[in-house]
């Protein structure tokens, strides 16, 4: 994440005095690195956290990649808060520019650059483990709750297919609304035992997540337009709309 910020600003500094920017400068904000620096896991969009940004600029500031043979500036650049951003100076931004900058000094800045780098690396990774934990903790913690079930979260399947659906794009929240319809339209019926994982959280996902909900009219005695229906016709009739669920 270092080098990926550092790129960024040397991509979006001002190659010559623009607007009140020198050459070297560029007006920017925390978010707009975020957004900058932000990659996508399949359909899920990963963006650094404000303070991983804010850690890295200030890291930036106090980091010592000078050529001790020169009197160049040793950080590599420098932070002015201005309205509504902050305005950044790259430090001998000329330097940048020159191919034969690369052949030299570049290679301490690089080194220490991928050092940190791979520090922040394991962060992040931890911190994605976590939370990814924490979404199927909450989501199996929520279907036992809402169904009276007592399944895992560390089972294998089950991982498998909520990580699945994560890397299509769905949140935390389309889980509970998933288990919530579906458990308040199959409990106390016979299709009450599909509510678990190996059915709600399959590629069926997004049909039970968009389900409109259908308030059936409610007849006193059973009696409809028609007369009385009976019990037998009423459970057959609603067990060909379930059935569609499967097919």
Known sequence: MYLKVWIWLLRHAQFQN???????????SVKEIQEGCSHYVGYRKETPTKSQICKILKWMEHIDVSNHESDHESNMIE????????VVTICNFNDYQDPKFYE????????????????????EEEETEERINNTYSRVVEHLNARCGTNYK???????????????????????????????????????????????LFTNKFEGYLNQKIR?????????????????????????DAYEKFFE
């Open 153 to 199: 979260p560390e089972t294998k399947k089950t991982r498998e297919l909520i990580q699945a659906r994560l890397n299509e794009g769905f949140a935390l929240e389309d889980f509970m609304t998933v288990i919530d319809k579906k458990a308040d339209e199959w409990t106390g019926t016979e299709f009450e035992r599909y509510l678990k994982p190996d059915t």
């Open 79 to 86: 932070t002015m808060k201005a309205t509504h951003g902050i």
């Open 104 to 123: 030299g000094n570049s290679k301490e800045t690089r080194k220490k650059l991928d050092g940190n780098a791979k520090g922040d690396n394991t962060n």
């Open 18 to 28: 623009y607007k009140g920017l020198k050459r070297g400068q560029l007006f920017t």
């Open 215 to 239: 308030k059936e009219e409610k007849h006193a005695k059973g009696e409809t337009n028609g007369g009385v229906e009976s019990g037998t016709e009423t459970a057959d009739r609603n067990g």
